[in-house]
């Protein structure tokens, strides 16, 4: 995300230590996370930000912290999903967190998120890599099965072309460079379009309607293993 964003972006990384855990796969795991999210949204334009990124694809907390802010709140899912679909009629996000894991609730998941933006008839297909979420991240990866990741990647989204009618893929983790290096349709990298678009709306002065998200009569603040401050 650092060698995508403009030169006087400043990026600021949030380690929620009281988050649920190191995924985000289901919804007792996102509802949960959702809680501290949105209360660090909030923080964050208590200290002077312009904008918050929700990086998770499932968007925990989303709705929440667009109720309580008045800074703009850009989620990964809404960012990827809209950037994909001015690049072609039918988009399929090819992701981990197979069936054998969490079977149906995933995909149950990311679908809700896909109806939220009312965009069910431009999706072609979600296509799950059956490793965990952690099993994409680059960081934590030995070069091998990284590898072995990016080609499970690139199989299931060479079918979501050829077998269920995509034009734009949407890449998750470190699949992206290796999908993009060897597929004939565009490739979308989720936490740069999630940048671009936020860099966007902060510098064209805009932020969510507050007819749509409209601020709570009284906002709470809520804690889960982080201590109210004194």
């Given at each position: 995300?650092?060698?995508?964003?403009?030169?006087?972006?400043?990026?600021?990384?949030?380690?929620?230590?009281?988050?649920?855990g190191?995924?985000?796969?289901?919804?007792?795991?996102?509802?949960?996370?959702?809680?501290?999210?949105?209360?660090?949204a909030?923080?964050?334009?208590?200290?002077?930000?312009?904008?918050?990124m929700?990086?998770?694809?499932?968007?925990?907390?989303?709705?929440?912290?667009?109720e309580?802010?008045?800074?703009?709140?850009?989620?990964?899912?809404?960012a990827?999903?809209?950037?994909?679909?001015?690049?072609?009629?039918?988009?399929?996000?090819?992701?981990?967190?197979?069936?054998?894991?969490?079977?149906?609730?995933?995909?149950?998941?990311l679908?809700?998120?896909?109806?939220?933006?009312?965009?069910?008839s431009?999706?072609?297909?979600?296509?799950?890599i059956?490793?965990?979420?952690?099993?994409?991240?680059?960081?934590?990866?030995?070069?091998?099965?990284?590898?072995?990741?990016?080609?499970?990647?690139?199989e299931?989204?060479?079918?979501?072309?050829?077998?269920?009618?995509?034009?734009?893929?949407?890449?998750?983790?470190?699949?992206?460079?290796?999908?993009?290096?060897?597929?004939?349709?565009?490739?979308?990298?989720?936490?740069?379009?999630?940048?671009?678009?936020?860099?966007?709306?902060?510098?064209?002065?805009?932020?969510?309607?507050?007819?749509?998200?409209?601020?709570?009569?009284?906002?709470?603040?809520?804690y889960?293993s982080?201590k109210?401050?004194?």
């Amino acid at each position: 995300m650092e060698t995508a964003k403009d030169p006087d972006t400043e990026i600021v990384y949030k380690d929620v230590l009281d988050a649920v855990g190191p995924h985000v796969e289901q919804y007792h795991e996102a509802d949960l996370a959702g809680i501290v999210y949105a209360r660090e949204a909030l923080k964050a334009e208590k200290d002077g930000f312009d904008g918050v990124m929700i990086v998770c694809f499932a968007e925990p907390g989303i709705i929440a912290a667009r109720e309580l802010c008045t800074i703009p709140v850009i989620g990964a899912h809404c960012a990827a999903i809209h950037v994909a679909s001015m690049l072609g009629n039918k988009f399929s996000i090819v992701i981990a967190g197979g069936d054998r894991i969490a079977g149906p609730h995933s995909r149950t998941m990311l679908m809700d998120c896909i109806r939220r933006y009312g965009m069910e008839s431009r999706l072609a297909s979600i296509r799950f890599i059956d490793v965990p979420p952690t099993g994409a991240n680059v960081a934590l990866l030995p070069e091998k099965d990284l590898k072995e990741f990016q080609e499970k990647a690139l199989e299931e989204a060479k079918k979501a072309i050829e077998e269920d009618g995509a034009e734009v893929i949407i890449a998750y983790g470190g699949s992206y460079p290796y999908l993009k290096e060897n597929l004939d349709v565009p490739v979308v990298s989720i936490p740069v379009a999630l940048l671009k678009m936020t860099e966007a709306i902060v510098r064209m002065g805009l932020t969510h309607s507050k007819k749509a998200y409209p601020k709570p009569r009284i906002p709470h603040t809520y804690y889960l293993s982080e201590k109210p401050p004194t």
